[in-house]
């Protein structure tokens, strides 16, 4: 070392991190600068695929700590009116509602309703959380629009809700149990349900639009 002058130590080498996907801030929710960066963490390095597999069990996802406060809605109650029973797949499937209380009967939601798989570490889902959510806002009370966080952790699939001002009612289905009944092997999946618990209409894209759930609803459920 030269006299007089200090050398700087080389920073030790760290893993690779592959970048995923540029992501779209959503100002529907304000988040503080540490649950952003948190979250930027969980969402970066994530494979970039058009459609997401899901065999070989769960993405390894780093999950920040500690886990966040869902930002789901609360779920909504069963229908109070006698229901005739829904045809398969749908039937006989309750799950648990993301935020906490009572368990989601899927052929009890008794209205309308869009139903979307997804999981965080799957860049096309990301994509469709704050459409998903705009639609929401737009349908209002004429529509349901119903999540489910599949094979997934709970505080990665709460801390995309948070960085992409999703909302709208979520369930947690960890074991895939309703993407299993309806045979499928990816997300995401969006299902258009009728009040009854018939499936309309189901569709695997990949990434859907405002202006595309507005077609796939105002076709398959005649409702603008």
């Known amino acids: 070392m030269i006299a007089g ?130 639609f929401a806002d737009e349908m209002g009370d004429r529509v349901l629009v119903l999540g489910v966080a599949t094979d997934d952790r709970w505080s990665a699939a709460a801390w995309a809700g948070i960085y992409f001002g999703a909302r709208y009612p979520n369930l947690f289905d960890p074991d895939k149990t309703l993407l299993t009944a309806l045979g499928r092997s990816a997300l995401p999946v969006t299902l258009i349900v009728e009040a009854d618990g018939s499936i309309a209409a189901t569709d695997v894209s990949g990434s859907l639009t405002v202006p595309e759930l507005r077609a796939l609803v105002s076709e398959n459920l005649g409702l603008d």
Do not use: K, M, Y
Request: proline content about 19%; charged content about 15%.
């Open 5 to 134: 002058h200090r050398g700087r130590r080389p920073a030790p080498a760290g893993p690779a991190v592959r970048s995923g996907p540029a992501v779209r801030p959503v100002p529907a929710r304000r988040v503080t600068r540490r649950a952003t960066a948190a979250a930027v963490a969980v969402l970066t390095g994530l494979l970039a695929v058009a459609g997401c597999g899901t065999e070989g069990g769960q993405s390894p996802v780093v999950t920040p700590e500690p886990s966040p406060t869902s930002p789901f809605a609360p779920c909504p109650p069963p229908a109070s009116e006698t229901l005739a029973p829904a045809p398969p797949p749908l039937a006989g499937i309750t799950l648990p509602c993301f935020t906490g209380g009572e368990p989601v009967a899927l052929d009890r939601l008794g209205r309308p309703a869009v139903i979307n798989l997804w999981a965080s570490w799957c860049p096309p889902c990301r994509d469709e959380l704050p459409e998903l959510q705009a």
